[in-house]
Antibody, heavy 118, light 107 residues
Framework: EVQLVESGGGLVQPGGSLRLSCVAS????????MNWVRQAPGKGLEWVSY????????YYADSVKGRFTISRDNVKNSLYLQMNSLRAEDTAVYYC???????????WGQGTLVTVSS | DIQMTQSPSSLSASVGDRVTITCRAS??????LVWFQQKPGKAPKSLIY???SLQSGVPSKFSGSGSGTEFTLTISSLQPEDFATYYC?????????FGQGTKLEIK
């Protein structure tokens, strides 16, 4: 069974940093591209970042470019999102999402809440 | 970036009804479209991929159609568990973009 378990969310002040983690199980993590998607409270879904299976290709949404860094460790079956210079508008549930073989988002984690507030 | 526009934004329907949600892309995306269902406090779940292919384990009451810029999701014989928010998303290019969502409520 595919499982994606996020952690690392919490309350942080504006301008602060946070590192999210996602541990994958139930599939060969090193064979799949991964993404982070977020959802602000009561709002819709927003794609944040993509990383290919070998980390050779990385994309970011304009809203986080230069502030967030995606990475992965295929030995530890883990995906990360380093978030710096956090703003109130980054407040959201952050989901770890797998890109299936057909390149659509086929499995999602349960999400971790990040709250940016003073 | 490709803009995805869903209509309607909200929809009231009764148990047993059939409903259709529309999603339009600002430029052609072939059939690279997926539909998600999201219930409160839960992660989205994929229903339809490649515009019209049913995700494994999803009941056949859900169906999708379309290609290019116009797509539809149809849900037949609504049951209480189908009342949720539905999103379309294009995966033709990055950045991946979502529709704003359609909230399906019980009348």
């Amino acid at each position: 069974e595919v499982q994606l378990v996020e952690s690392g969310g919490g309350l942080v002040q504006p301008g602060g940093s946070l590192r999210l983690s996602c541990v994958a199980s139930g599939f060969t993590f090193s064979s799949y591209s991964m993404n982070w998607v977020r959802q602000a409270p009561g709002k819709g879904l927003e794609w944040v970042s993509y990383i290919s299976s070998s980390s050779s290709t990385i994309y970011y949404a304009d809203s986080v470019k230069g502030r967030f860094t995606i990475s992965r460790d295929n030995v530890k079956n883990s995906l990360y999102l380093q978030m710096n210079s956090l703003r109130a508008e980054d407040t959201a549930v952050y989901y770890c999402v797998r890109d299936g073989w057909l390149e659509y988002f086929d499995y999602w984690g349960q999400g971790t809440l990040v709250t940016v507030s003073s | 970036d490709i803009q995805m526009t869903q209509s309607p934004s909200s929809l009231s329907a009764s148990v047993g009804d059939r409903v259709t949600i529309t999603c339009r892309a600002s430029q052609g995306i072939s059939n690279y479209l997926v539909w998600f269902q999201q219930k409160p406090g839960k992660a989205p779940k994929s229903l339809i991929y490649a515009a019209s292919s049913l995700q494994s384990g999803v009941p056949s009451k859900f169906s999708g159609s379309g290609s290019g810029t116009e797509f539809t999701l149809t849900i037949s014989s609504l049951q209480p568990e189908d009342f949720a928010t539905y999103y379309c998303q294009q995966y033709n290019t990055y950045p991946r973009t979502f529709g704003q969502g359609t909230k399906l409520e019980i009348k």
